[in-house]
């Protein structure tokens, strides 16, 4: 069989989530990817990365069928629909948000099978890889109850219909006849967690407590535009991105699928970016959902406090979910990688990038919280001015830039217009609050990288701002010099700029971030068009007054999400999602742009 028929696409999947951890359902009904406990925990199931080592949790009608997969309103509760000739059943894939004694360390995955019409025989094979497939494992059953256990991780499985093991894996054959269903309830057990059972009574329960849990959290979103049901999936996507016990919000849940299918672009995302999480909390803010803000401004306090002598500067690029910063990097040389992509990574060597940008998305982030949230505390404005002098002192340095690109450090514009705003921002929280500041020193820094920009950033032949100093490369990354405020969205320099990136960078609406070939970043093969950047495109256009564009290229972008309203990072020649999925930077783009299009239709 080949790679494409022992593979789901990577979007043919939907995301459950208790604000630990994720996992992928396919639309065939099987789990492919699952990590336990925690996101960045090695995986348990991760047949989307090695379809014969990686492990699965199947789950499906046991004739041919077409399948059907939809959220239940409102929710992150997924339903995959089988559609046979005998009848119409259904899994109810979802996992509890638990915060109560006791229950935090409980990580459980329900599955409940329903016949709804008709009558339907049912499959079911549980194969739990542990550590990545590294580690064995042993099976037995226990009154019923299927018990896993690897050196560092016991999972039980309680099912109310029988068990029989497989070699390392336990299987279940069932039929159910209309208003009949099935239970199945992976549990994290050891310690202080003993197995249990989940009877069908009992998942009902959690079945309608998280239900209501996620309609309660949607509820606070001020959200009543057009796109509401694009924009609410996406905010719930956020969500279930957001590591509860942290704050830390994941740029996506998984790590190495592949920008491009047999490529080396292939990355592990399971951490906390400080630009993407940053920009989360500003959609989310935009959204109404202060309390996810407040708990990632809990995290930069306790985690990212300004430090020295980093080859990064005082801030990293990303953190552990915990905030640890050691995120080495190493090859999973026994996986094959989705569809044949490898290399599988774990662990991120980007971590030690020189990122200046990220002062910009984090300093503008603490300023909005600071607007609409709650006001800073004077602990956190000191630690907001140790960054801004630190900036002033080092904005003119060449880094990796925004793309983290592997071919040297350069004089990223992005970079130097990020500096820009780290300090104006900071600037408005002194003048606004009356706090103390070295504001000379600031406007002067400031200025400086106003003048620098205009003067080195500007290419004459080109007619726009390009992607570094005195170069001619255009870079997407530039969309965001009018929505940060830095030049007036309807100056000539800008709209002769986005006249460049339309002709060069933009595909049907779709925007890449730029040309590897003219802009080499140190790696091999080519990408998708990169979907951030085509909601920031919508944006430009916005702000520029385009507003007919504006719509078209929104709803054109629309177009290319999967059947739940969910996109990966990037997107392929051929229109299929790219890369690690779901993407956060994706989807809080698409929230943005959502806001500001509906608000200026009016």
Known sequence: MTDAGRYLPIAEHGLIGDLRSVALVGTNGTIDWYCCPAFDSPSVFGSILDAGRGGCFELAAAVPARTK????????????????????????DFMPVTGGAGEAERHRLIRRVLCVRGALPFRTRVAPRFDYGASAHTVRLVEGMAVFESEKLTLSLTSTVPLECEGPDVRADFKLSEGESAVFALDQVGGEVNPRRCARTEAEEQFAATVTYWRRWLSASRYRGRWREMVHRSALTLKLLTYGPTGAIVA???????????????????YLWVRDAAFCVYALLRLGFTDEAEAFMEFVTRHITPGDGKRSGPLQIMYGIDGRTDLSETELTHLEGHQGSAPVRVGNAAADQLQLDIYGALIDSVYLYDKWARPVSSDQWDDVCALVDWVCAHWDQPDEGVWETRGGRKSFLYSRLMCWVAIERAIRMAHRRGLPADLRRWQEARDAIYRRIHSHGWSPRRRAFVQHEDGDVLDAAVL???????????????????DALTEDLVSDSLVYRYDPLASPDGLRGDEGTFSICSFWYVEALVHAGRLDEARLAFEKMLTYANHLGLFAEEISQTGEQQGNFPQAFTHLALISAAFNLDRALG
């Open 69 to 92: 997969q939809f959220y239940f309103p409102d929710t992150n509760v997924l339903i995959t629909r089988f559609f046979t000739g005998d009848g119409v059943g259904e899994v109810q």
């Open 252 to 270: 996506a849940p998984t790590t190495s699928l592949p920008e491009q299918l047999g490529g080396e672009r292939n990355w592990d995302y399971r």
């Open 480 to 498: 965001m010099m009018p929505l940060t405020k830095f030049i007036a969205p309807t100056d000539p320099k800008w709209l002769s700029t986005l």
